[in-house]
Each structure stands twice: as C-alpha cells, then as structure tokens.
T-cell receptor, first 114, second 116 residues
Framework: DTGVSQDPRHKITKRGQNVTFRCDPI?????LYWYRQTLGQGPEFLTY????????KSRLLSDRFSAERPKGSFSTLEIQRTEQGDSAMYLC????????????FGPGTRLTVT | AQKVTQAQTEISVVEKEDVTLDCVYE???????LFWYKQPPSGELVFLIR??????QNEISGRYSWNFQKSTSSFNFTITASQVVDSAVYFC?????????????FGAGTRLFVKA
C-alpha cells in the first residue's frame, strides 16, 4: 500500500501530557497538510509544508502545536500540554505539484484527552 | 476570505433516486480550485473531483456529475440513480492561489443516507 499512513491510529492521553503524531505521505508528493476534524465538521486546516518548508500555519493553532517535516519526507505534529478541547481526529494529507492539486488523505489519528 | 457553505446537513433518499448536494463558496481570488471529497463510514476522505476557476465546463463521471457556475459561486454535485454504497459524508472544498497559499478550506459536509 503506497497511500498516506499515520501513526498511531488512536491515542488516549491525560490532560497536560504531550503527544506526537507521525504522517508518512505518498513518496513523491512534495506537499503535506495537517487538518483537525471534530464530529460533524469538515477538516479544519492546521498547517502545510512544501518539501521541508512550513509555508502556512493556521491562526487557530496555538503555540502548543508544532509541526515539522525534516528532509521533506515524513512529518510530525506535536501537541504540548494537551487539553480536553484538543480531542479530535487529526488528518494528514499529501499532494503533488505547486499547489491546488487534489490531496490524498491518511486514515487519521484519533486523539482523546481525558 | 475563503468560505465554503454546504447548507444541507443531511439528506436521505431511497435507492435509485437522484440527489444533488449543494456547495456555495466565497473567494476574492480570480484563481482558485474547487474540490469534492467523500468520507465513507470507514472514515478516510477520498478525492472525487477538482475544478479550477477558469474551467466552467460541467463534468460527468459515471453516475456522478458536477455543475460549476461562477455567476452564482456554486459547485453542485449530483448523484444519479443513487446506491446504498453512496452513503457517506460529502465535503466541498476551496483552495485559493497564490494569495491564499493553496490553503484548503472545507465546508461542514453533507451526510447522505441512501436507503435500500
């Protein structure tokens, strides 16, 4: 399977703990996106990378969130000092080209903060 | 600012009926891209179609068709002869370029139930 993969698929953590998620995009895709999706809503943009450069970060993203894409391959999304409001599905997607192309999504990581 | 509105929260049809999912968007850019994605019960979003702002031709792919009208800022999606397997949440999305940096904004989605 050469699609987008995410790890872990599920994460339960206690409030105040740090969590890190990983995304492996389709190998030749230069763009990588992170989204958050809550029940009954569409994916909400968090940030995106072109190769290793983080080009945009949502103003909704607090300083507790950070993302990296070293070497322009896989990406990690870290949430520090988790809060109950962080509970959501975190989606990763990748695309090929300069932008505006279709994105291919991974299965997501479901985070539950207790 | 970008905005995508899917006014229909849920639609329920009986198998073989035709159904249209509405999408209205707002953008200040002249160059932008519109998308439809399907999210089946299994959860993973699946790309269906992409349209750029300079191409208003309607498109048909099997039982699926899309109607793009810039005059009304709409990009509607019709499923002909719906099937139970079409049951899913469908999202319309907008990506502006280049001032929008290709950030993609999704609508809230329309949940489609197709009953046998």
């Amino acid at each position: 399977d050469t699609g987008v993969s995410q790890d872990p698929r599920h994460k339960i953590t206690k409030r105040g703990q740090n969590v890190t998620f990983r995304c492996d995009p389709i190998s030749e895709h230069n763009r990588l996106y992170w989204y958050r999706q809550t029940l009954g809503q569409g994916p909400e943009f968090l940030t995106y990378f072109q190769n290793e450069a983080q080009l945009e970060k949502s103003r909704l993203l607090s300083d507790r969130f950070s993302a990296e894409r070293p070497k322009g391959s896989f990406s990690t999304l870290e949430i520090q000092r988790t809060e109950q409001g962080d509970s959501a599905m975190y989606l990763c997607a990748s695309s090929l080209g300069p932008g505006g192309n279709e994105q291919y999504f991974g299965p997501g990581t479901r985070l539950t903060v207790t | 600012a970008q905005k995508v509105t899917q006014a229909q929260t849920e639609i329920s049809v009986v198998e073989k009926e035709d159904v249209t999912l509405d999408c209205v968007y707002e953008t200040r850019d002249t160059t932008y891209y519109l998308f439809w994605y399907k999210q089946p019960p299994s959860g993973e979003l699946v790309f269906l179609i992409r349209r750029n702002s300079f191409d208003e031709q309607n498109e048909i792919s099997g039982r699926y068709s899309w109607n793009f009208q810039k005059s009304t800022s709409s990009f509607n999606f019709t499923i002909t002869a719906s099937q139970v397997v079409d049951s899913a949440v469908y999202f319309c999305a907008l990506s502006e370029a280049p001032t929008g940096g290709f950030k993609t904004i999704f609508g809230a989605g329309t949940r489609l139930f197709v009953k046998a």
